[in-house]
Nanobody, 126 residues
Framework: QVQLVESGGGLVQARGSLRLSCAAS????????MGWFRQAPGKEREFVAA????????SYADSVKGRFTISRDNAKNTAYLQMNSLKPEDTAVYYC???????????????????WGQGTQVTVSS
């Protein structure tokens, strides 16, 4: 069983930055693929970014490529999402998710993740 707790959300002006953190419980964190998803009001949950269990490979949605960076610190059981050049359309609840060593071709699929955090609100004002 893995428990995930996100933090770092808040209100920021357009073109600003935020760093989200996802703290995971469990001693096998380093074996889990970590993903970030987001859901805006009235919209479906969408993929943002994912990183493999080793940290050797990262994937991004086209809408955030070049602005967001996913990383992980296995010694701290924590994954991060650095968000730069934020836009009002980035406003959403951001969720971290994890599952055991997902293949890179499926990391963008929410249904492949067994464990989810409670979400953290990110609001970008124009």
């Amino acid at each position: 069983q893995v428990q995930l707790v996100e933090s770092g959300g808040g209100l920021v002006q357009a073109r600003g930055s935020l760093r989200l953190s996802c703290a995971a419980s469990g001693r096998t964190f380093s074996s889990y693929t970590m993903g970030w998803f987001r859901q805006a009001p009235g919209k479906e949950r969408e993929f943002v970014a994912a990183i493999t269990w080793s940290g050797g490979s990262a994937s991004y949605a086209d809408s955030v490529k070049g602005r967001f960076t996913i990383s992980r610190d296995n010694a701290k059981n924590t994954a991060y999402l650095q968000m730069n050049s934020l836009k009002p359309e980035d406003t959403a609840v951001y969720y971290c998710a994890s599952d055991l060593k997902l293949d890179t071709i499926v990391v963008h699929l929410a249904r492949r993740y067994a464990y989810w955090g409670q979400g953290t609100q990110v609001t970008v004002s124009s």
